[in-house]
């Protein structure tokens, strides 16, 4: 960025209008340069020697397309694309000169927070040029971003291993006082970061490599003379001056840790901790008014008015916020069991006096302790209000006076643990139980969790039911009554159904609708040696309630689920042999899909390859499952996205001050071509409601927009865990949860299992072997939890 701005600053004749260069390899020109085709130019950035670049002609922008495709005369194409890409660039420009950026967001120390560890959260503004119904507008939104703190870098590295910055610096970081594995973990947090250093009075940035084993002190090296210096004498020399911490010494071409200051301004794209997301999430809640409010502040900071690079190109921008026009949907009827129903009210209702429309029967139960100060009357609590809840949803078969096995949290055999609690039943009762009640520590409790899952869900087939120690004792009959929402779920039971006037011609049982989400997560930041995994979650019911899922790992960062006919397959057969065992329907086979797909980001590019890719293999899947292909719907669900509404000053918000839950935008700032709507389908708690936005990408249904908005604001409200509407539809919710779970499929004492989620980076031909590896040795759901929702 530097570069290209004085290389048009020290050719003013030539630059005369300014271009926007994106930081890659496009620099996007309101005119065309004078020197023709193409052109070198040597551009001093003050360096020792001269930056060349080379400039070259590559196209010539038409920005009438764009007039043609916003008024929905042409669809979407590379020219509009490349079109889109000049404004954002543009756009940008101005407040990237003087701020950090990343992505389009750009951020300033307005508002920060102390995350802890050296990291702090600093406050951004995020804007992009979108097209819209007849016009362009511009999403403007806040956005937060992790920071390394600046200053001192001994004092950064105090801090980070959780020492005072005012601490005695030797005695946590000379040479002789790191051991090796917390000279790793430094390492890893410093590796790369910018420090300045002082050398004759002038300033130079380096990025750090390494930390030495030895200090300064001890560190030597050979001189012209023949001789040999140690670094600490090197700098005396240097410097005239000793140094005051000679036992600390970091390999930026070795330069003493006290000499180094880390440079404000970059960005922390590590991992953060549970403790550090916490913060994050903090920071970035903001009731509506606030948020907004905030925006407004934003605006002055982008100067749209005042920036060069858009007066050169000719865009105007009006940066009061727009008004537009929504709808609220009616809210859908819940039915209960014994046919009552609930009309919920602000995207939540209470389900006193209600029970579940179709529970399951416990067969046998027992409770695991972890917790060494969950006392005898802390048990009778417990087993008092588990009969007691599950008696009044209707749950039967929990008995009043269920086993108890005590274990300490320590040793990992959790799952002989819960084989030892099967034979106690056993003996107990004359039957194993189908689930495990786990109480866990209230803290540290993170490993015994993922290893009791993946005992309970992959090698012994039992449903397993955790809750923490506290809330265990504190619980009352609505904390109850909730645990029993996931119980009678994981054992195969269906909580609520939406009233068949709800959803439409969904549950005609004519032509039988099977509702499918899917979602693919891929590995944290700097993560290149782990697989993404992918699941599918599939509807079993006419009463769309009950799902199924499968899950795959695949390729690092690989977008497209690769297995998806595989997947689809296996969902479609449990969905027909349900229908037929279980419903006793003669035509078990489904005649629609409603595919929701998660984890695709906005653009054209993304879309067209879902349609080629996987819309090919759902029909595959058909094939060869052997049944006609069904009429598929085809929707991208997207979450991560920056637009906001905010209801006008007295209009109609709920207690949080967000739009009511029900909001549809389907006009205005929608696509001008294709099928697409926001949708605010729950209630707000804390801080601003992120609407999901609704991409149709194929609608071989030929649903009406209204048909579609109302059936998918319906499904939020039966998520089978929660007495409120979620933000997205359950089986992309469900899909989300299954591939966070996907992670701890492998043997948590083997080499890839949670405890080795921060092993090193290797070279890319060793990565990828890994990749296929973890693929191979991929643990896959147990047959018997794999029938029912074991991912409440």
Known sequence: ???????????????????????????????????????????????????????????????????????????????????????????????????????????????????????????????????????????????????????????????????????????????????????????????????????????????????????????????DDGGSMSVQAWFRKETGRPLRYPSLL???????????????????????????????????????DARLRNIRNGLQQLSY??????????????????????????????????NSTIMPRDGQWNMRDKMLYRPERITGCAILIYDGRFRADNEKHLKDSLHAACQAVGIQGMPPDPPI??????GGQYWNHIKELGILHKQVKGTMPNLIIVVLPDFGNEDIYVRIKNAGDIRIGVATQCLKSMKCVKGNMQYYANVCLKINAKLGGINVIPRRDSVGFVRDVADPTMIIGADVMHPGPGQSVRPSYAAVVGSVDTEISKYIAVSRAQGCRVEMIEDLADMVAHIIRKYMQYRKDVEKSANPAPRRILFYRDGISEGMGQFRECKEVEVSAIFKACDRVGIPRPKLTFIVVGKRHHVRFFPPPGGS?????????????????????????YLQSHGGLLGTSRSAHYNVLVDQNGFMPDELQRLSFSLCHVYARATRSVSIVPPVYYADTVCARAKHHYDPDGAYGAASD?????????????????????????PNTGQHMYFQ
């Not at 694309?81 to 543009?90: D, E, F, G, K, S």
């Not at 071409?253 to 590590?270: M, S, T």
């Open 405 to 410: 096995l005590r274990k300490n949290a320590t």
């Open 250 to 288: 970091s390999k930026t071409a070795w330069v003493p840790l006290e000499l180094c200051d880390v440079v404000p301004g970059q960005f922390y794209r590590k991992t953060l901790t549970p403790d550090q997301t916490k913060h994050m999430v903090e920071f970035s809640t903001l009731r509506p």
């Open 653 to 677: 918000s709920d207690r949080s001050g967000n739009a009511p839950a029900g909001l549809v935008i389907d006009r205005e700032i929608t696509s001008p071509v294709e099928f697409d709507f």
């Open 1 to 223: 960025m530097e570069i290209i701005r004085k290389m048009q600053e020290q050719n003013p004749t030539i630059f005369t209008k300014r271009g926007s260069y994106d930081g890659r390899k496009n620099l996007y020109s309101p005119i065309k340069y004078s020197f023709g085709n193409q052109a070198q130019y040597e551009v001093d950035d003050g360096g020792r020697n001269p930056r060349r670049v080379r400039i070259q002609f590559a196209a010539l922008i038409n920005p009438s397309s764009t007039t043609e495709y916003i008024e929905g005369r042409m669809s979407h194409d590379e020219q509009i694309l490349t079109t889109l890409n000049a404004y954002n660039v543009a756009i940008r420009m101005q407040p990237i000169q003087d701020h950090p950026f990343n992505a389009r967001s750009f951020f300033t120390r307005a508002e920060t927070k102390d995350m802890g560890r050296s990291v702090e959260l600093w406050r951004g503004f995020f804007q992009s040029v979108r097209p819209a119904i007849g016009k362009m507008v511009i999403n403007v939104d806040i956005s937060s971003a992790a920071f390394y703190k600046s200053g001192p870098l001994i004092k950064v590295c105090l801090e980070y291993l959780g020492r005072s910055p005012e601490g005695d610096p030797v005695q946590f970081l000379s040479a002789n006082r790191l051991d090796a594995r917390t000279r790793r973990d430094l390492l890893k947090f410093i590796r790369n970061l910018n420090v300045r250093t002082q050398r004759n009075g002038e300033a130079r940035v380096r990025a750090i490599k390494d930390i030495n084993e030895k200090g300064a002190d001890t560190l030597m090296f050979s001189t």
């Open 305 to 338: 008015g005042n920036s060069a690079y858009l007066q050169d190109f000719g865009i105007n921008v009006d940066a009061n916020p727009m008004t537009i026009k929504g709808r609220i949907l009616p809210t859908p009827t819940l039915v209960y069991g014994r």
């Open 758 to 782: 921060s092993m090193s980076q290797v070279t890319t031909t060793a990565g990828a072997d890994q990749v296929d590896t973890m693929r191979r040795q991929y643990q896959p759901i147990h």
